[in-house]
């Protein structure tokens, strides 16, 4: 895989384009939250991996792009788990906040029929996410914009539910991220995350796949997640760990590993290409440590709050 685009060359191009939000251009976390996730030629990247699957990237189906476009722990099994947790319907428009390449958005419009629109501060992301969703026919349920989801461009009320997977631990003020998504939220509307907390372990080491260092990390614990929730005007419905799971998954993809196969989950790889190794390792280890603690959570808009 070619290396990656330097930092600056991503900033300067971002700036140019004009496609980031405003505060990406002027708060430091914002701009190298952006550069950590931004490559430069991630679709070029992503056809080479398909192809190397035996993929045709003009024919693609969201089973063959399962490994790469679901950028969070675990993959399609999290998504698949999620979905059982969402009370989700047909008619519903929901909201995907940090919506990545758009695997999860894609994967819920066909499970559930519904209409989702995804934001997400990587202008690159949004840009492939537009892409696949074109080739795959699902224009009609989807759209992508860049935006932070602390400012989110959407009138009060506009969303039966939201959710949000593997974003948050890049947001520092989770009040005000779980308000701005109570916001948009329409009366009795819910909020799907699945999320990394902080566990009882040592300080994780950087890398890691959503942060290149420390700085750009902020990572709450289940318990600081719930208080943050509630006192946003959520009730809750569910927390619940998924780290066994998590274990188990590692241990699987590291079996497949040494059986000569590819992991089931290739997106970390695809995007941050050589930093992608010591991401992983780190996030193993941090796992294994309880550094870091996979949770997910059900959460209700609060009338009157
Ligand atoms: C680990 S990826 C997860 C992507 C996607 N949710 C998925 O599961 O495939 C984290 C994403 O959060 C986005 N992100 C981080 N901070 C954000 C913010 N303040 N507003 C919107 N998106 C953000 C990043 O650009 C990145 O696409």
């Known amino acids: 895989m070619p290396g990656r ?7 300067s191009w971002a700036r140019i384009s004009g496609t980031l939000p405003r505060s990406a251009h002027v708060t430091t976390p914002a701009a190298d939250i952006v550069a950590h996730y931004s490559h430069g030629q991630l679709q070029q990247r992503l056809e080479a991996a398909l192809r190397a699957d035996g993929v045709d990237p003009g024919r693609l189906s969201v089973e063959a792009l399962a490994p790469y476009d679901q950028f969070h722990g675990r993959g399609l099994e999290a998504t698949v788990e999620a979905a059982g947790l969402m009370p989700a319907r047909a008619p519903d428009h929901l909201l995907d906040i940090g919506s990545g390449l758009g695997g999860p958005a894609r994967w819920f419009a066909q499970h559930f029929g519904c209409r989702i629109t995804g934001v997400d501060l990587t202008p690159e992301f949004c840009a492939l996410a537009r892409r696949l969703t074109t080739q795959l026919g699902l224009d009609a349920q989807l759209r992508f914009e860049v935006a932070d989801a602390l400012a989110l ?5 506009s969303f039966d539910g939201a959710y949000s997977m593997n974003v948050s631990m890049n947001i520092a003020d989770k009040p005000a991220l779980y ?11 819910w909020l799907l995350l699945s999320e990394i907390a902080r566990g009882d372990g040592p ?11 420390a700085a750009t990390s902020f990572l709450a614990t289940p318990a600081q997640t719930r208080t943050a929730l509630e006192a946003a005007g959520f009730d809750l419905r569910l927390l619940r760990s998924t780290r066994a799971q998590a274990l188990a998954f590692g ?3 590291r079996e497949a590993v040494a059986r000569g196969e590819q992991p089931p989950h290739r997106a970390v790889m695809l ?27 059900l959460a209700v808009r609060r009338e009157g709050a």
């Open 5 to 11: 685009r330097p930092r600056t060359a991503v900033r």
């Open 153 to 157: 461009p959407f009138a009060d009320a």
């Open 179 to 189: 308000r701005e998504i109570r916001r948009v939220l329409k009366p009795g509307g």
């Open 203 to 213: 300080e994780p080491a950087y890398p890691m796949p959503w942060a290149a260092t």
């Open 251 to 253: 241990a699987r993809a």
């Open 271 to 297: 995007v941050h290409g050589e930093l992608a190794a010591a991401a992983m390792k780190n996030s193993a280890r941090a796992l294994a440590d309880a550094s870091i603690e996979p949770i997910e959570l």
